[in-house]
């Protein structure tokens, strides 16, 4: 590892603890990022190694609240233009395509509640920023801060496998899936298998594919269902919860352009997933995190996907006296 000559080793400073506090990764991680990194990197300028500027980077993300000047802004964008690749971040933010990931993932899930066939789970979060110069009106959301709606989904294991960070405000959820890859992918039936499900509550709507909870569930497996669902995908609300409490810059304020604070909120679910790969903790010192993206109400729009969701809760979440009364009298499932 390269070290400025001027100064010490940050790494050889601070023991594993010291680095999680600042850093939020330990030393085997940061090393780990200088090598992914190190081609990305301009080192032009032989002042600062790469091993700082990403710690730098780090720090900021970490915290939140750092002044940085001049140089070290120049430095930290353009490292975050390079997590922001396409071709980078899609090595450390992958959706379950292949067939053993998709079998592990609806095992991972069906292991917390016992809802079957399910991939992912779905929610928005808004992450504030400062007012923009340009379409300032736009990114005031209902709660009457700036922000960006951004659309992830996290599988069993609290690992982010799809992220979009790109809409201002209270931007529907419904909206933002809509015009998602996400949607194209499953509709033009690149997910493997008949029967794989996401998960998102109430303001999404019911698809094929998008299982939502039943606003009046009836008594029995509908009820059932209902609460499976609820247990099931508060993984996501966990997970954002993870996210926001490990890399605090989504907590508070980011105070940059709209297309820069989504750069930082893609470079932080990278992070987070490096993080849960390399099985970095997050230190209990941190303060907790909200998880939850803004309740937007019941999606009143067409919902395909009714059938299906009976489909599953007549099939799955039978007891036993329903399942002898269905043998008796299956016209009543018709």
Not at 6 to 15: E, G
Not at 48 to 63: C, D, F, G, Q
Request: aromatic residues 10%; contains cysteine.
């Amino acid at each position: 590892m390269a070290a400025n000559n001027h100064q010490p080793n940050v790494l050889d400073i601070y023991n594993g603890r010291q680095l999680l506090e600042r850093y939020r990764l330990d030393r085997e991680g940061i090393e780990f990022l200088e090598a992914e990194l190190n081609q990305f990197i301009a080192t032009r300028n032989r002042s600062m190694t790469v091993t700082e500027k990403i710690l730098i980077t780090l720090r900021y993300l970490a915290t939140g609240g750092i002044q940085l000047n001049d140089g070290d802004i120049h430095y930290y964008a353009k490292l975050l233009m390079r997590w922001h690749n396409p071709q980078l971040s899609r090595q450390y933010l992958k959706f379950p395509l292949t067939p053993q990931t998709l079998h592990d993932t609806k095992s991972d899930f069906y292991g917390i509640a016992g809802f079957p066939n399910v991939i992912g789970v779905i929610d928005g979060t808004h992450v504030q920023i400062k007012a923009p110069l340009q379409d300032e009106p736009a990114y005031v959301n209902r709660m009457g801060y700036h922000s960006i709606n951004t659309q992830i989904v996290f599988d069993g294991r609290d690992n982010i496998i799809d992220i979009v960070a790109r809409w201002p405000r209270a931007t529907p959820d419904s909206r933002m899936l809509r015009e998602s890859g996400l949607h194209a992918l499953f509709l033009g039936g690149l997910v493997p298998g008949d029967h794989s499900y996401l998960l998102g509550d109430s303001g999404y709507p019911c698809k094929k594919w998008l299982l939502t909870p039943y606003v009046n569930p009836q008594p029995g497996a509908q009820t059932r269902y209902n609460s499976a669902h609820k247990t099931t995908r508060s993984r996501v609300e966990g997970g954002i919860g993870q996210l926001k409490r490990r890399w605090g810059i989504l907590n508070g304020e980011i105070r940059l352009k709209p297309e820069k604070a989504c750069r930082v909120i893609i470079a932080c679910a990278v992070l987070h997933n490096i993080c849960k790969r390399r099985n970095i903790p997050l230190l209990d010192i941190l303060p907790n995190a909200a998880g939850q993206g803004m309740n937007q109400g019941v999606y009143a729009g067409p919902q395909e996907g009714l059938r299906y969701r009976e489909f599953v809760a007549q099939s799955f979440f039978l007891n036993v006296v329903e399942m002898q009364y269905r043998l008796v009298s299956p016209y009543l499932y018709v």
